[in-house]
Each structure stands twice: as structure tokens, then as C-alpha cells.
């Protein structure tokens, strides 16, 4: 399984980045798909998790409810964060993950990770 993260970069506060995930060597449609994130010296944070299928079901953590959406393609195996109004404070690695269990992913807890996208903030 591999899960390809991509699309971070330096922004500036205020400003908008879309991150994608291709996801490979699983049945996309049946997975929860998320996206976490790692800001140096911090702990991993929850950042959003879809449902498997037609993605109906997504849940947000509260620092970024309102400014970032996820959503999913399934003909392309990619999930997607599109991070509106960026502050300082979303600055980190952000993962994509995959998951068979939806409420296990809000805990963090997941079947596959990728490899992180950096993203930066800057004020």
C-alpha cells in the first residue's frame, strides 16, 4: 500500500493550499480516508476523516472546522484537503491515512500512512 501526500508549500497567512493523496495497492472506495498533521515539537493532530464509499460522513477537528474541507475521488484513488484562510498555527507535516475503522481515525488510530507534505505558514 502506498499513499503519496503532496501539494504543500510556503504560503502566506490568509492564503489557500489544496493537498492531494494517491493512494495505491488498496480498494480505495473501502477506506476511511484522513489527513493528520505534525507541527515540530507537537504532538499529531487530527485534521480530517472521511467515510469509505461516496465519502457522505466527514468529521473535522475544531482547530480547522470552517476553513478546510476534505472530499474524495475514488476513479482516482486521491483524497484531497483543500486548507482555506491559512494562519501560522497550521503549520506541519501533514499525512494521509487510511483506515477500516471511521471512528478509530478521529483517534488517530489507522491501517496505512503515507509520507508527509510539509506545509508553511508564514505571517
Known amino acids: 500500500v502506498q499513499l503519496q501526500a503532496s501539494g504543500g508549500g510556503l504560503v502566506q497567512a490568509g492564503g489557500s493550499l489544496r493537498l492531494s493523496c494517491a493512494a495505491s495497492g488498496l480498494t480505495f472506495r473501502s477506506y476511511n480516508m484522513g489527513w493528520f498533521r505534525q507541527a515540530p515539537g507537537k504532538e499529531r493532530e487530527f485534521v480530517a476523516v472521511?467515510?469509505?464509499?461516496?465519502?457522505?460522513?466527514?468529521y473535522y477537528g475544531d482547530p480547522v472546522k470552517g476553513r478546510f474541507t476534505i472530499s474524495r475521488d475514488n476513479a482516482k484513488n486521491t483524497v484531497y484537503l483543500q486548507m482555506n484562510n491559512l494562519s501560522p498555527e497550521d503549520t506541519a507535516v501533514y499525512y494521509c491515512a487510511a483506515g477500516a475503522a471511521y471512528d478509530k481515525m478521529l483517534k488517530l488510530q489507522y491501517d496505512y500512512r503515507g509520507q508527509g507534505t510539509l506545509v508553511t505558514v508564514s505571517s
Open positions: 472521511i467515510g469509505w464509499g461516496s465519502g457522505g460522513s466527514r
